[in-house]
């Protein structure tokens, strides 16, 4: 089976690049390297995969010919689509980056598997999209009509993109509410690699919301077996589904949304104390308020996920903390 992975120089894509090619399947990748953050990054994870014969494709998904000539030459029989702008902060001032990247991108990918007969079309959501939701923990059976930065506003707009082909052209769909993704090669601009950056550096931490902040942090592996598990398991329709009480997750036509997270959340302050454990220092902290567009605390309903692929993701926060650590002193060549 061929994979077509979008954005298989990120942080994600790339973990997921080496699992799928590990099992054996053929992968082929699209990445326009740009620069939102450091490029030698991205290119040292895609050297790797480089030296295990991945081909990709250095082509913005906004540029359509470009996005269906890619289609026509590899005929996918799977799409998992992981590139997107990212970060809800960088979205308050890069609004149009987010149409152009998220939504505009997003509608290729919808009309190559259209035309291309793509089987199985998996594509990466956010837990962002809950917005202003107080109800804990989040259900994708839960309305989210209220959003709370455009980057999440990007992300329902997919779902219901998705959702329109898979009714319209019966091309399955399934969408995956990532939950604070962190790990090993992780991006610049996330949580754990500035905490660590800061503290080996005796530099202060920004702490939003005063520390009181609980996210459900979810080890990159673990994100990684759940979309693997699901290559092989299209969406396929709801028979119970009903219009009278619809279900957001689901559908009459071959449509899926699943949370993907640890389903139990840590207060920042708990993460913090990891990454100061690990590297035998005390962060000097700059309580600031909530930042526009956050939201105080996320937490995964992961139900649906487990009775579907008998797994949900269980690394506990210190033992995630100490590997992406690992690899931060490794690629910097830092010693402690």
């Not at 082909?165 to 604070?180: A, D, E, I, K």
């Not at 689901?250 to 913090?272: C, D």
Request: with cysteine; proline share 5%.
């Amino acid at each position: 089976m061929k994979i077509l992975i979008t954005g298989v120089a990120g942080f994600i894509g790339s973990h997921l690049a080496k699992k799928l090619i590990f099992q054996g399947f053929e992968v082929v990748g699209i990445d326009n390297i740009n620069d939102y953050y450091s490029v030698n990054l991205k290119n040292d994870r895609l050297d790797i995969l480089l030296k295990k014969k991945i081909k990709n494709y250095n082509i913005d998904l906004e540029n359509t010919e470009d996005v269906l000539s890619v289609f026509e030459k590899e005929k996918p029989q799977v799409v998992i689509n992981l590139a997107a702008q990212a970060g809800v902060r960088y979205s308050l001032e890069n609004p149009h980056t987010y149409i152009t990247s998220n939504v505009n991108g997003f509608v290729n990918i919808l009309e190559g598997c259209r035309h291309y007969n793509v089987k199985n079309l998996i594509y990466a959501s956010s837990s962002s999209v809950y917005g202003a939701n107080t109800t804990k923990p989040f259900s994708t059976s839960d309305n989210i009509d209220h959003p709370l930065s455009l980057y999440a506003a990007t992300k329902k707009t997919n779902e219901l993109m998705a959702h329109t082909y898979s009714h319209l052209y019966n091309l399955p769909t399934t969408g995956l509410r990532f939950f604070t993704v962190y790990g090993p090669w992780g991006r610049p601009d996330m949580a754990l690699f500035k905490f660590t950056k800061s503290i080996l550096n005796n530099e202060p931490l920004d702490v939003y919301n005063h520390g009181n902040m609980m996210r459900d942090f979810t080890y990159v592996d673990d994100i990684v077996e759940s979309i693997s598990r699901l290559v092989e398991k299209p969406a396929h329709s709801n028979p119970e589904w009903s219009g009278e009480n619809p279900d957001p997750s689901s559908s009459y036509a071959p449509y899926k949304i699943y949370n993907i997270g640890n389903n139990s959340p840590v207060r920042l302050m708990e993460f913090i104390e990891a990454i100061e454990n690990k590297v035998g220092k005390i962060a000097k902290k700059n309580f600031m308020d909530l930042q526009p567009g956050d939201v105080p605390e996320t937490y995964a309903n992961v139900e649906d996920l487990f009775n579907n692929i008998n797994f949900k993701p269980s690394t506990k926060i210190q033992d995630g903390v100490n590997s992406f650590v690992d690899w931060y002193l490794d690629y910097y060549n830092i010693k402690l």
